[in-house]
């Protein structure tokens, strides 16, 4: 069975900066791309950010310029560098792997439990 875990969250002043981290573990037989979503008090979840095998990557217009995704599929490890931390970036952010697993050779979207990140003074 294929995890994934987030960790990094926490409470930061505006301004500040975070970095998440998302390690996925099991049996799995290529990561083909990893992403960042986050869920507001009273919102439906939305993109953040992704990264795909080949390096390239993407962001939602609200976080480019202070946000940066990296990752390594040989490590199975996911990052997201957060600096200039709004209130509203307050958010559970949640790890998304397109994995396929290394038993039935299945392509599925698996999710992390989530982090909270907090942006108050």
């Known amino acids: 069975q294929v995890q994934l875990v987030e960790s990094g969250g926490g409470l930061v002043q505006p301004g500040g900066s975070l970095r998440l981290s998302c390690v996925a573990s099991?049996?799995?037989?290529?990561?083909?791309?990893m992403a960042w979503y986050r869920q507001a008090p009273g919102k439906e979840r939305e993109f953040v950010a992704t990264?795909?095998?080949?390096?390239?990557?993407s962001y939602a217009d609200s976080v480019k310029g202070r946000f940066t995704i990296s990752g390594d599929n040989a490590k199975t490890t996911v990052y997201m560098q957060m600096n200039s931390l709004k209130p509203e970036d307050t958010a559970v952010y949640y790890c998304?792997?397109?994995?396929?697993?290394?038993?039935?050779?299945?392509?599925?979207?698996?999710w992390g439990q989530g982090t909270q990140v907090t942006v108050s003074s």
């Open positions: 998304k792997g397109d994995i396929t697993d290394g038993v039935r050779l299945k392509r599925v979207d698996y």
């Open positions: 990264i795909i095998s080949g390096g390239s990557t």
């Open positions: 099991g049996s799995i037989f290529r990561i083909n791309a």
